[in-house]
């Protein structure tokens, strides 16, 4: 296995050199392989294509697990992975094989002929042409970036669009503004497609709602046509033709509930699943989705806690996550009372006060790292910007260093999240494995 895992990646790592210099937001470099690759991405089963800053993931996996629940194959591609690249590929229920990852990679690889190509438009560009070669019934597809440019943005004709709560995030390419994101995540809306809304703060509903107008694109949004009530022991999901009483996700947090409701609601709007209800309740309770909120419970890691210790890991990275974490935070305070330490490491790209400050008061201390093989904060420098926003912080040399330190500074039971970072979570993973 240590042999063929290597062989996708020295391939992965070589298809690096056709990137371009300057990124130019355009699809004409995958349309250009997909076209000589002889357009699979017209040989597609009905897609659901999902853009959005915060809950992508968690929407697809909620998705997955009620169509699987209800007999339904499913292609998913997701980003970024978390430990291995195969996490981005799934056909018909399974990740994808290392031999056919080589072999699909190094078909666009030959057929790109040296061109200058995107890392993610060339694997995108393989996921297709590898979902082309297996039936399913669906195709669950997020976004990587934005929208409107989006290497997954080539699908003429989705079954849906949905848009997931919008924050700001990735400034640098989607505008500074929540109204410029909007605009951009909402390029995915087609003429025609239903397009379910979740969550969403004033200004990027207003640019949806205008663009799907535009589109004459069916809207279906979250405090409009359909809504979640949560209960205390679950939640309700209401639209004009549905009352579903429901139990809570398997995924921690009540932002969990919005995901949740989001996947009833695109499968609302698609008449040619049949999902029953005992379906979606199966998906509520066997949803899977890896570094969003997950608690760890075995491993190296929880190796090193003692009784009545928690570890979590998350991989939220922006202030509606800090906000979503610290919500939690609150709950588990009003739970238990035990303290909080955070472990985080930050990409230099991300506005690490915004994701800390939600923080503040919840935490008792925190703990920096810097999150290895990519541009990160060093840990002295992340530690500097959670002191900025009010939470004691100090430097450490590694994930374990900073549960060393943590377990030192408290006595009793004690909680101890993860966070910052995807890139940080998939370490985590690896490490704890």
């Known amino acids: 296995m240590a042999d063929s895992v290597t062989s996708s990646d020295a391939l992965l790592q070589r298809l690096l050199g056709l990137h371009p210099r300057v990124i130019d937001l355009s699809l004409e470099r995958i349309c250009v392989l997909l076209e000589a690759l002889g357009h699979p991405e017209r040989r597609m089963p009905p ?182 009530l949560p209960q205390e022991s679950g939640f309700v999901y209401e639209s004009g033709s549905r009352r579903l009483e429901l139990p809570l996700p398997a995924l921690a947090g009540a932002h969990q509930i919005d995901n949740a409701a989001t996947a009833i609601a695109v499968l609302e709007k698609l008449p040619q699943f049949t999902v029953s209800d005992a379906a979606i309740v199966r998906g509520l309770r066997e949803v899977e989705w890896p570094a969003r909120l997950q608690q760890l419970k075995r491993g190296p890691l929880v190796a090193m806690l003692r009784p009545g210790d928690e570890l979590w890991l998350d991989g939220g990275h922006n202030e509606d996550c800090g906000i979503a974490l610290a919500a939690m935070a609150r709950r588990w305070q009003e739970r238990d009372g035990k303290p909080l330490h955070v472990i985080f490491g930050m990409l230099t790209s991300k506005d690490a006060q915004g994701f800390l400050r939600p923080l503040a008061g919840l935490a008792r201390a925190a703990h920096a790292v810097t999150v290895e093989g990519h541009a990160a904060y060093t840990a002295e420098e992340a530690a500097e910007r959670a002191r900025a926003v009010g939470i004691p912080c100090t430097p450490a040399s590694s994930i374990t260093a900073g549960l060393h330190q943590a377990l030192a500074q408290t006595s009793g039971p004690r909680r101890v999240l993860i966070c910052g970072s995807l890139y940080l979570a998939g370490t985590v993973l690896a490490q704890n494995f």
Not at 55 to 60: F, V
Not at 71 to 80: A, F, L, T
Not at 82 to 100: D, K, N, P, W, Y
Request: proline share 3%; hydrophobic share 45%.
């Open 47 to 228: 897609v659901i294509h999902v853009a959005g800053t915060n809950g992508k993931g968690s929407l697809i996996a909620y998705l997955r697990a009620m169509l699987e629940a209800a007999g339904q194959r499913c292609h998913v591609y997701i980003s970024p992975h978390l430990v291995r690249f195969h996490e981005r590929i799934r056909i018909a229920g399974s990740l994808i094989s290392e031999e056919e990852l080589v072999a699909t990679l190094e078909e666009c690889e030959r057929v790109n002929a040296g061109n200058e190509i995107t890392y993610f438009e060339i694997t995108t560009a393989a996921a297709l042409l590898a979902f082309s070669r297996h039936p399913a019934e669906v195709l669950l597809l997020e976004v990587g970036l934005g929208g409107i440019y989006d290497a997954t943005n080539v699908i003429d004709r989705p079954a849906a669009t949905a848009i997931t709560p919008i924050g700001i995030d990735h400034t640098q390419y989607l505008g500074e503004t929540l109204a410029e994101i909007a605009a951009n995540k909402a390029g995915i809306i087609k003429h025609g497609v239903p397009v379910i809304v979740g969550r969403q703060r004033e200004a990027s509903a207003a640019v949806i709602d205008a663009e799907a107008g535009r589109l004459n694109a069916p809207l279906h949004r979250m405090h409009h046509e359909w809504r979640a």
